[in-house]
């Protein structure tokens, strides 16, 4: 069994940048593709970003493309999300996942899930 556990969420000013971090509670961490998601109340949960664990190849979402960036440090088993510009809808919350069956942007892909880290964009 595999415990993720996101931080680094937080109240951030349009425009401002934040990281989120994914700690794994695993070894083998590396070896599992990771992502995250975000959700928003009485939405279904969205696909923002993955890293596979072959090769590091990395998939985002059209609406982050070129704002969010996903990395993974393997030594120290934790996923980061760097956030940068961000945007009033970005507002969700925001988890990690991990060991993906399938087609990555699909939520039920994803094996392991963290509880979520809560960011909020304001004007």
């Known amino acids: 069994q595999v415990q993720l556990v996101e931080s680094g969420g937080g109240l951030v000013q349009a425009g401002g940048s934040l990281r989120l971090s994914c700690r794994a509670s695993k070894r083998t961490f590396s070896n599992y593709d990771m992502g995250w998601f975000r959700q928003t109340p009485g939405k279904e949960r969205e696909f923002v970003a993955a890293?596979?664990?072959?090769?590091?190849?990395?998939l985002y979402a059209d609406s982050v493309k070129g704002r969010f960036t996903i990395s993974r440090d393997s030594a120290e088993n934790t996923l980061y999300l760097q956030i940068n510009s961000l945007k009033l809808e970005d507002t969700a919350v925001y988890s990690c996942?991990?060991?993906?069956?399938?087609?990555?942007?699909?939520?039920?892909?994803?094996?392991?899930w963290g509880q979520g880290t809560q960011v909020t964009v304001s004007s």
């Open positions: 890293i596979r664990w072959l090769g590091g190849s990395t």
């Open positions: 996942a991990g060991g993906a069956s399938g087609s990555l942007p699909i939520a039920t892909s994803w094996r392991y």
